[in-house]
């Protein structure tokens, strides 16, 4: 049914304008709920960037000089005009990415307005800071924005992540090329119109849709584009360091996690397991802070175990739309199969799956949809490439363990360092072991808890830099010390 259908073309957004891409090709953009081509995305290459990077100059002299009151004004603008639209960009983020809709509606949406206000204000208060010598002199630090800023941002959290970078860089005076993954596009699409409804001026922000090697590579080596701000895996992070390192660019990488999720005998049980189901399976596991690896420290071993059993297999995994869905779909057909790769990896590893483990097949039009069953797999050693590589599908490992010093050794034992939860209600044992775990986020007794005044960020191959507040400020400004002899 989709052969006769005209497909929806997304446009770029250049110099103000919703604009077909140089080449005039275009790339299927996949509906995962369904396994079909539901619109087609802009098949941009370097000269679109080139253009887009063009308005973005353009642009930046008076953008930068706009009072940071009217800049704001705008961007709360954006914010207020995506929660006015709610429901249309979530059904769209949720036939993109083959999240549930609910999830899209309680989550991705509302924490992209959130993101556009939280930097609309925080632009405000955002000061630098002088140093008196004596009656000596006295040294003034300016942060002044840099220029064209590169934001690259992934198919996981679409709109969530890309307004997360586009925010702070739009607030303190910089201009934007932007692209969405060419997974899941159409929310930044959707975000291009309001951009001009909102009176945007035109080439502040330039969208343009394409092919990571092409689109994504055509940025980070763009001479006029100083800044590059990144999301995504740690393999194509080293791939854009490698070019933007030589150009000496300023670099933010946030990549890829295994995260630990340590749960010690005195937890708060209930709390523990019920969020633990949400820090295993939400948005089908496709987040980079879900805790990946369970260690259960012996005495509830296998209470938590049989336990945590028992609730996955209750989870619903159905068309995204459904409000009882508790899993939708995962991304693509190739993210499917390289998720089930590694349940077969596992078994080969000697582990053994608990609860799923396999693709889902629905009935009715989600037939072709990609879905996967959450699992659990146990039996495996804490260093094998099971609990060592980023799998980011519906598959968690489960492993005993008895003292602090062993689950803090195998917790930190990966090549990553983003994020680890810590169960237990001895406070001194919690401050005593977040101290020692090897990542930049730390949560205890919650996880998924989101002050976004704090660094955001990992260690390791998670990455370099941090996001949030006002370290989001410091990253996309450049600081300069004047010093005035007295
Ligand atoms: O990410 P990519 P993918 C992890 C997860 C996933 C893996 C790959 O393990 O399986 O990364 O996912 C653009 N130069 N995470 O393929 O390739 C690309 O077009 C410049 C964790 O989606 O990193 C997209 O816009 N740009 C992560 C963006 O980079 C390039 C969330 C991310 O794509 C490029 C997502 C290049 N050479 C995946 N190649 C997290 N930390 O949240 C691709 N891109």
Redesign the pocket.
């Known amino acids: 049914m989709f052969q006769n259908r005209i497909m929806e073309k997304i446009a770029n957004y250049i110099n103000g304008e919703m604009v077909a891409p140089i080449s005039n090709t275009y790339i299927d953009n996949f509906n995962p709920s369904i396994g079909a081509v539901y619109s087609l995305i802009p098949d941009s290459d370097e000269k679109d960037i080139d253009l887009a990077t063009k308005a973005a100059q353009a642009a930046f002299p008076l953008w930068s000089k706009t009072p940071k009151e009217k800049r704001a004004r705008v961007l709360q603008k954006l914010a207020y005009l995506i929660e006015a639209n709610l429901d249309r960009f979530a059904e769209a983020e949720s036939r993109d990415n083959g999240k549930p809709l609910s999830l899209a509606k309680r989550v991705d949406i509302p924490r992209a307005a959130a993101n556009f206000n939280f930097y609309a204000t925080g632009v405000l208060h955002y000061a630098s800071e002088a140093h008196q010598m004596e009656d000596i002199a006295i040294n003034y630090t300016t942060r002044e924005p840099i220029g064209v800023c590169g934001c690259?941002?992934?198919?996981?959290?679409p709109l969530y992540?890309f307004s997360w970078k586009i925010a702070p860089a739009l607030a303190i005076g910089n201009t934007v090329v932007a692209?969405?993954?060419?997974?899941t596009p159409y929310t930044a699409f959707l975000l291009s119109e309001l951009c001009i409804e909102a009176g945007l001026p035109k080439g502040v922000l330039n969208i343009v849709h394409?092919?990571?090697?092409k689109?994504?590579?055509a940025?980070?080596k763009h001479p006029d584009i100083p800044v590059i701000s990144?999301?995504?895996?740690?393999?194509?992070?080293a791939?854009?360091a490698r070019?933007a390192g030589p150009m000496f660019k300023k670099l933010s990488l946030?990549?890829?996690?295994k995260n630990p999720n340590i749960i010690f005998d005195d937890c708060d049980f209930e709390n523990a397991l019920s969020t633990t189901m949400h820090s295993s399976f939400a948005n089908q596991g496709?987040?980079?802070?879900c805790g990946s690896r369970i260690f259960v420290q012996r005495g509830i071993y296998e209470k938590f175990r049989d336990a945590f059993v028992e609730k996955t297999q209750e989870l619903i995994v159905g068309n995204p739309f459904d409000a009882d869905s508790n899993l939708g779909a995962v991304?693509s057909q190739s993210?499917m199969e390289?998720v089930l790769s590694y349940v077969a990896l596992a078994k080969e590893e000697g582990g053994t799956v608990l609860t799923g483990g396999h693709q889902v097949k629905l009935e009715g039009e989600q037939e072709n949809g990609w879905y996967l069953a959450p699992t659990i797999i146990e039996g495996l050693s804490f260093d094998c490439r099971t609990n060592q590589e980023?799998?980011?599908?519906p598959v968690v490992t489960i492993m005993p363990f008895d003292t602090v010093e062993e689950v803090l050794y195998m917790a930190n034992s990966t090549k990553y360092g983003?994020a680890s939860t810590v169960w237990t209600q001895d406070i001194t044992k919690a401050h005593n072991v977040a101290a020692q775990l090897h990542s930049g986020i730390v949560w205890v007794n919650t996880w998924l808890l989101r002050d976004l005044r704090t660094p955001f960020g990992g260690v390791k191959a998670?990455?370099v830099g941090r996001e949030g507040g006002f370290n989001a400020f410091e990253f996309f400004t450049e600081p300069k010390n004047i010093c005035i002899k007295l």
């Open positions: 690259i941002s992934p198919w996981n959290l992540l692209k969405p993954s060419e997974v394409g092919l990571g090697h689109v994504g590579a940025i980070t990144f999301t995504g895996g740690t393999v194509t992070g791939e854009i070019t946030e990549l890829g996690g496709q987040i980079c802070l991304v993210h390289k980023e799998i980011f599908g983003l998670s990455g």
